[in-house]
């Protein structure tokens, strides 16, 4: 019963240093800075669209609630 059991340690110790050697680690790292970028690019495309829709909403409302001018008006002369 008790011989298995360094069987199974040995595989288990094998199967990190295993992946380490065959590069998987390296590519998923590469992977995971690759998401990371691109979560963090769309986070700030994201905030860019929001703040250029702030403004141009505050445009509409300035645009909208304009008070009427006032003055003198410009008529054309008489002939």
Do not use: H, K, V, Y
Request: charged share 20%.
């Amino acid at each position: 019963m008790r011989a298995w059991i360094p069987a199974i340690l040995l595989a288990i110790a094998a199967t990190p240093a295993a992946a380490q050697i065959s590069g998987n680690s390296n590519s998923l790292n590469a992977t995971n800075d690759r998401l990371s970028r691109q979560s963090e690019i769309r986070g700030i495309r994201n905030q860019q669209q929001f703040e250029n829709n702030q403004i141009r909403s505050q445009i509409q409302r300035n645009e909208l609630f304009r008070p009427a001018p006032t003055g003198p008006i410009i008529a054309p002369p008489r002939r």
